[in-house]
């Protein structure tokens, strides 16, 4: 087969980015072993996965959060993809297919004109064969990988916290309860009510 399959972002954090699919599986996450590494909130770790046999292109949701969907609609399954279709990860990052016909065309970003809401981009060389959008910068593979550890650690560790308050505070309201039912317990079967709770009766009920 003579013609290149890549997909192309239009939407942060990769907007512009032109991703060769030279491999038989993509993987497509948060998780920085990801094959493409997307820092957002709303994609899961590992999302979703991009199945290449020669002309047979298909994308599987691997039990995300958020879903994928294929020209709008969410799939449940492996589904075809074809060229010109607009892949979304979580309804938040949006990339389409494309089709190449030479191997010099891998190197450059071509409009699609039948695609609404293309990025305008312009023909450029890259030293990893990508393309270069007119409004955002060059982005390469390395330094996406590094951008989830500064940014998902704070969100973990902020969860966490607040997790451990809300069990500490059940924790001490449930002692709380205990001592009170204790207490209670201890004065009513010793009878101690008149000695320690003298305020809650009339005078002369207690001797």
Request: charged share 25%; aromatic share 8%.
């Amino acid at each position: 087969m003579s013609s290149k399959l890549s997909i192309i972002f239009q939407t942060p954090p990769l907007k512009g980015l032109d991703f060769p699919l030279t491999k038989p599986r993509v993987t497509i996450g948060r998780d920085p072993n990801n094959d493409i590494v997307i820092d957002h909130i709303e994609v899961s770790r590992k999302h979703a996965v991009i199945e290449v046999n020669d002309s047979l292109v298909m994308i599987t949701d691997i039990g995300s959060l958020n879903g994928t969907y294929v020209d709008g609609k969410q799939i449940n399954a492996a589904t075809e993809l074809l060229p010109g279709q607009v892949i979304e990860v979580s309804e938040a990052v949006r990339f389409i297919l494309m089709e190449q016909d030479s191997p010099a065309e891998k190197t450059a970003m071509l409009e699609p004109g039948a695609i609404p809401q293309t990025p305008k981009v312009v023909d450029t060389l890259q030293p990893d064969d990508r393309g270069l959008d007119d409004f955002e910068p060059f982005y390469s593979e390395e330094p996406v990988e590094e951008i989830p550890l500064a940014y998902e650690t704070p969100f973990e560790e902020d969860t966490r916290t607040r997790k451990t308050v809300l069990l500490v505070v059940a924790l001490l309201f449930g002692l709380l309860i205990l001592g009170v039912v204790g207490f209670i317990w201890y004065i009513d079967y010793f009878a101690l009510w008149c000695d320690v709770l003298p305020f809650l009766f009339e005078p002369g009920l207690c001797p």
